[in-house]
């Protein structure tokens, strides 16, 4: 970890005050004692341009160890299982494993963990990977957080991979913390881009501080590089005609039956509205003020056999269940086609939508952001433009 030094020999009152007035996070104090640097301190390094006075010094500080990074080799995806059946983030995360692994040749592997998972073993040998890893037994039939690292520990330590993927899941999300803290090495959560350096190195890019900006992540010290990957955000591998890749079934670690929570019982979950899967969306914003805009949008929707959506305002003010927000404190989508209705277009709402196929938008604003990412602009009061617009695709027989 970095970390900026105060020279105290520098210091005057009126630097003191000119250097704290600039942090955005109230990190740098100004008391008896001179000028000291906060724990609330991000690293953002606006404080570093605006000393001219050589106060403030950045200070890399070196890792106590560092890896073998030559013993580390190859991309790992953690294949995730519904029942039998393949998890479509599975196919994500291996399409860009593939994608990031062909420049250098890498070997691409994918771990599959379960009871009775020779089915989705199976299928998985057609969309490119070079070799599967099994970990199959009935101790294995539920997931199990505990249980699940232990196996793909067990995988790590044996194969070596660099870089390890796992699907922003509730399954990722409790599972790959614990395996990035059992081999002390770091993880991105959410990341919405990935690439590899020709030096090994996994450049993770997610959303921070609000989705106000994108950082760039890496781990160069310790290995395996390892991340969560948002549904929806990158291409599935396509299926081969031919098998690519070998499998290979593993014995489960030792003591696995005695770690972990004991499953009793198993109820089926209702069946939950989620839009990720739509293939066509209309996603309304805080421009449609009323009930009477909500029906127009409500009826475009129903013509085009459309999910609805929306922005985040709308779910903070009641209008919208949670689980209908587009965004990065939503779900991302990905649909074949989406309509925003009165949308802005702010950032955290463009990233959970801007890969779908073709956008259209409609607000009144030409300036509006999301005109920026859309392939079809209508700018107006929706009041004129929707019943326009409804009225054109039932003539011409637009619809579903």
């Given at each position: 970890m970095a970390h900026i030094k105060v020279n105290q020999e520098k210091v005057t009152p009126e630097i003191a005050e000119r250097l704290a007035s600039v942090c955005p996070f109230g990190a740098i104090v100004v008391s008896e004692a001179g000028l000291s640097i906060e724990a609330g301190c991000r690293l953002c390094r606006l404080c570093l341009e605006a000393d001219q006075d050589g106060v403030l010094t950045l200070v890399e500080d070196k890792p106590e160890t560092s890896v073998d990074k030559s013993r580390w080799q190859g991309i790992a995806i953690l294949a995730e299982c519904v029942g039998n059946r393949l998890h479509p983030i599975t196919l994500e995360l291996l399409g860009k494993a593939l994608e990031m692994a062909a420049p250098a040749g890498t070997p691409v592997f994918a771990v599959v963990i379960g009871w009775q998972v020779t089915s989705a073993a199976e299928s998985l040998k057609y969309y490119g990977a070079d070799k599967i890893y099994v970990y199959d037994d009935r101790h294995l039939e539920h997931f199990e957080p505990l249980r699940y690292a232990m196996c793909a520990a067990d995988f790590i330590e044996k194969v070596r991979p660099s870089v390890v993927l796992a699907g922003a899941t509730s399954m990722g999300r409790s599972l790959a913390p614990r395996i990035a803290a059992r081999f002390r090495t770091g993880i991105t959560a959410d990341c919405t881009g990935l690439a590899l350096r020709d030096n090994g190195n996994l450049v993770q890019t997610r959303p921070a501080f609000g989705g106000n900006i994108m950082a760039q992540i890496v781990t160069p010290h310790t290995r395996p590089q390892m991340c969560t990957v948002r549904y929806r955000v990158f291409d599935a591998a396509p299926r081969r005609e031919n098998p690519t890749a070998q499998v290979e079934v593993m014995a489960v670690p030792h003591g696995l039956a005695n770690v972990g929570a004991q499953v009793l019982d198993v109820l089926a979950k209702p069946e939950e509205l989620d839009i990720s899967e739509a293939e066509v969306i209309v996603a309304v914003g805080r421009g449609v003020k009323d009930e009477a805009g909500l029906r127009l949008a409500k009826k475009l929707a129903d013509i085009l056999g459309a999910q609805l959506a929306c922005t985040r305002p709308m779910v903070e003010n009641g209008r919208f269940d949670p689980r209908r927000q587009i965004g990065l404190s939503g779900r991302t989508v990905k649909p074949k086609l989406i309509v925003t209705i009165g949308v802005s277009g702010a950032v955290q709402f463009a990233a959970g939508m801007d890969k779908?196929?073709?956008?259209?938008?409609?607000?009144?604003?030409?300036?509006?952001?999301?005109?920026?990412?859309?392939?079809?602009?209508?700018?107006?009061?929706?009041?004129?433009?929707?019943?326009?617009?409804?009225?054109?695709?039932?003539?011409?027989?637009?619809?579903?």
């Open positions: 779908s196929e073709y956008i259209i938008s409609i607000n009144s604003d030409p300036e509006a952001s999301i005109f920026n990412i859309s392939h079809v602009g209508l700018v107006g009061d929706l009041y004129e433009v929707l019943p326009a617009f409804i009225e054109k695709i039932e003539r011409e027989g637009l619809v579903r």
